[in-house]
């Protein structure tokens, strides 16, 4: 079983919908969870970042963490076109290494 | 500021011939690192280094060797190409490792080994 699991898709919605993306893990060591954002033939982007439980609204986005369920999620209200991407979750942990583990990557398609 | 910069960004090799792929940032981070990413795999770390002077293999380093030139630049090469190894190569940096959570990436080089 890998550490972070995400679902590749594609995810595929109306313009206006509400989009959650999600991403699973094992390991109950990570503190920092992250969204990227990439998209097609560019390189990933940090879109949001979440320290330990809760969650952070940033415009039309929000991400949330249940440390309890080891589950993390991305939902993206009033979605646009402009946000058919690739969204990759990624975790790190507090100590040890620094390195973060990053899931497959949900492919996003918002049409019009 | 450029941030991260990856050349070349299109290559085409033969199997057996060697190239390098280089990377530079200008945001003074410590940490450098080298995924490659393929369909469905996901990013996959190759090697990193924390610091100038320093460099350690990371999930998939077989037939990768690095170079950590400066602050500045690092440099990946593949001696001896295989199709196997075929992929899109990101290069990313990154701050202080005890406070940094997030990772700079370059626009990639598409690899294409025949």
């Known amino acids: 079983q890998k550490e972070v699991e995400q679902d590749p898709g594609p995810l595929s919605v109306p313009e206006g919908a509400i989009v959650s993306l999600n991403c699973t893990y094992s390991n109950s060591a990570f503190q920092y969870f992250m969204w990227y954002r990439q998209y097609s033939r560019k390189g990933p982007e940090l879109l949001m970042y979440?320290?330990?439980?809760g969650n952070k609204e940033d415009g039309r986005f929000t991400a949330q963490v249940d440390k309890s369920s080891k589950y993390i999620s991305l939902f993206i209200r009033d979605s646009q076109p402009s946000d058919s991407a690739t969204y990759l979750c990624?975790?790190?942990?507090?100590?040890?290494?620094?390195?973060?583990?990053f899931g497959r990557g949900t492919s996003l398609i918002v049409h019009p | 500021n450029a941030g991260v910069t990856q050349t070349p960004k299109f290559q085409v090799l033969k199997t057996g011939q060697s190239m390098t792929l280089q990377c530079a940032q200008d945001m003074n981070h410590n940490s450098m690192y080298w995924y490659r990413q393929d369909p469905g795999m996901g990013l996959r770390l190759i090697y990193y280094s924390a610091s100038e002077g320093t460099t350690d293999k990371g999930e998939v380093p077989n037939g990768y060797n690095v170079s950590r030139l400066n602050k500045r630049e690092f440099s990946l090469r593949l001696e001896s190409a295989a199709p196997s190894q075929t992929s899109v190569y990101f290069c990313a940096s990154s701050g202080d490792r005890a406070l940094s959570y997030e990772q700079y990436f370059g626009p990639g080089t598409r690899l294409t080994v025949t």
């Open positions: 990624a975790l790190k942990r507090s100590g040890g290494s620094y390195i973060p583990t």
């Open positions: 979440t320290y330990s439980s």
